[in-house]
């Protein structure tokens, strides 16, 4: 029986780098996180109380909204999706607010690969779920517009970028077709509007990635070359021209058929997935339309870059 040993974050949020806030931020929330379960009780009590919440919240990470404590009372081994003898660590994260006004600056470490392995090469930035926020969290905070001019695109599948942050990151641009440069390539995948996850609720980009517009025009599962599933040990299976793919009313999220819902549901993160998400399978849906769109971009970066 083998054992793959990694954490399930049930808000799905690891960000790229070290995010450190200041000490005192840290401090005061972790108070706020003891506070919550201080009641009117005498000070001994009090004072018992948060030595257990100390021994129970272990202190992961800071960004600039909040801290992640990891509750390890809740960590317990789960069988992997579809596997009968790979297991992962399911654990709860708990997030407090950081308070405002507090110094709430990123802390990154050298950017070693481009320092070291880049040599000036033109990049593509990819991840999906918590991968997808921290390549959104790079372009945000980290890559510099002379960097940026070297990023064909920045695929960010299975998350959410909301109208603020668009106005406030001139770097996050949403993909508008096939080819653009430099562009973030984004969606989520339901089967019906209900199956929204409420982590999502204020994204505003998408693209449809089978047919690559944004104005919701449906594309019909003859236009999707093939979704590519593996199994435990790396074999792919491919079901050609099998998902068709329009998007929601308000064009935030993409709205599939083709499968059925019992087959990819997962009930261990309904609460957050619902039956009807498709987020753990969000790349695969797609895979040789991505593939086939990474390429394309490709060679639109390097013609436009051989012209100048």
């Known amino acids: 029986m083998s054992k793959v040993f990694s954490i399930m974050l049930i808000c799905l949020l690891m960000v790229a780098g070290s995010a450190a806030a200041g000490e005192r931020n840290n401090t005061a929330s972790y108070n706020r996180l003891a506070d919550k379960f201080n009641h009117a009780q005498p000070a001994y009590e009090q004072e ?63 950017k070693y690969y481009l320092e070291h392995y880049n040599n000036g090469r033109p990049f593509i930035l990819a991840g999906h779920s918590q991968g997808a926020k921290a390549v959104i969290e790079l372009l945000k905070h980290s890559v510099t517009p002379e960097q940026y001019q070297r990023m064909v695109a920045a695929y960010a599948f299975g998350f959410s970028v909301g109208s603020n942050e668009l106005a406030q990151s001139p770097l996050l641009k949403p993909a508008s077709g096939a080819d ?100 753990v399978q969000e790349l695969n849906l797609y895979f040789l339309s991505v593939q086939q769109n990474i390429a394309n971009r490709i060679d639109r970066y390097n013609n436009s870059h051989n012209h100048q």
């Not at 257990?52 to 509750?71: E, H, N, T």
């Not at 009372?73 to 992997?80: E, H, R």
Request: glycine share 6%; net charge negative.
């Open 180 to 279: 653009d440069i430099g562009a973030l390539v984004l969606f989520n995948s339901v089967s019906n509007p209900e199956a929204c996850s409420p982590l999502f609720v204020n994204n505003v980009v998408c693209i449809n990635p089978v047919n690559w517009t944004v104005d919701g025009t449906y594309a019909p599962a003859s236009e999707n070359p093939g979704s590519v599933f593996f199994d435990s040990e790396g074999h792919a299976d491919t079901l050609f021209h099998a998902v068709g793919v329009g998007m929601t009313n308000d064009r935030h999220t993409l709205l599939i058929d083709g499968l059925s819902d019992d087959d990819y549901y997962i009930p261990s993160i309904e609460q957050l997935f619902p039956k009807g998400n498709y987020h």
């Open 48 to 110: 018992e109380e948060n030595n257990q919440i100390a021994d129970r919240y272990f202190k992961l990470m800071a960004d600039d909204s909040f801290v992640y404590y990891m509750d390890k009372k809740s960590a317990k081994w789960i069988l992997c999706p579809n596997s009968r003898d790979e297991y992962i660590v399911d654990v709860w994260i708990r997030l407090e607010p950081i308070a405002d006004g507090a110094d709430t600056k990123y802390s990154y470490p050298a």
